[in-house]
């Protein structure tokens, strides 16, 4: 199961540094919100360890390893949740 520290840093990732002016031509590309809370849901649901989260259109690709049973492998499983 992830830990609320993992979470915090999956957060923390996810969120851009102020901007500042260089001079550069910059291209922006805007996101209409973070997958944190899609994130916490999936491992909350699974009870995996949270791999990665990505935003992708209007919802989050969260990918999530779920511990196997007995002596069977872990597996990756990745699911899409609206924003």
Do not use: H, W, Y
């Amino acid at each position: 199961m992830a830990s609320p520290l993992l979470i915090s840093a999956l957060a923390a990732s996810l969120m851009l540094p102020a901007p500042f002016e260089t001079g550069a031509r910059r291209d922006v590309l805007a996101v209409g919100g973070d997958c944190s809370s899609a994130a916490a849901q999936v491992v909350a649901q699974t009870g995996g360890e949270l791999l990665s989260a990505k935003p992708d259109g209007n919802s989050c690709v969260v990918t999530v390893l779920v511990p196997g049973n007995g002596n069977a492998r872990p597996r990756k499983v990745t699911v899409r949740v609206p924003m």
